[in-house]
């Protein structure tokens, strides 16, 4: 008898030890107590306008600026709303990491005409709302500085020019 229980002890810890482990991995797979990647961040937004209208639709993108220090691993983005403001996240979590960035702003309609997502089997046309050149954050001209004492209206984006130029 004595030898039974000491199986059923031994197998009873083997699966203690086993719940155990697996409780461990379970809680590294879904994150419980895993690091912040993004680190901290402070609040960005602002209103974006197009030779003095509100841009209403839109991705704001702020790159990393490395060569001004920048080491942020990830862009923040935003959506812009139909009033042109706009408020930064960065991998889901609110605002972007301080430091130098590269601004770019992509901002497209579908024509008004065209209701078929596959457009003559091919995606729509889109007309865009702001130059071209706004596109890419790191041929648009804009910069910004994330940073916690920034004053209203810091990260306003007042974008002048013509409709499909670069």
């Known amino acids: 008898m004595c030898s039974d229980s000491n199986e059923n002890g031994t197998m009873l810890g083997w699966r203690l030890a086993l719940v155990c482990v697996y409780s461990v991995q379970l809680s590294l797979v879904s994150g419980c107590g895993s690091e912040d990647l993004v680190g901290p961040t402070v609040p960005v937004e602002g209103q974006v306008t197009f030779n003095g209208n509100a841009v209403t639709t839109g991705t704001m993108i702020f790159l990393p600026d490395v060569s001004k220090g ?10 812009i709303d139909e009033s042109g403001h706009y408020r930064l996240k960065t991998q889901g979590k609110d605002g972007a990491p301080p430091g130098a960035y590269f601004v770019g702003i992509a901002s497209w309609k579908r024509p008004p005409e065209v209701d078929d997502p596959n457009f003559n089997g091919f995606p729509p046309p889109n007309i865009p709302l702001v130059p071209l050149k706004y596109n890419r954050p790191k041929s648009s001209g804009l ?9 209203a209206g810091e990260y306003d984006f007042k974008l002048e020019g013509k409709l499909g130029t670069r």
Not at 144 to 150: F, K, Q, S, T
């Open 143 to 151: 910069t910004a500085e994330a940073r916690a004492d920034a004053p």
């Open 70 to 79: 920048n080491t942020a691993q990830y862009e923040s983005r935003a959506p």
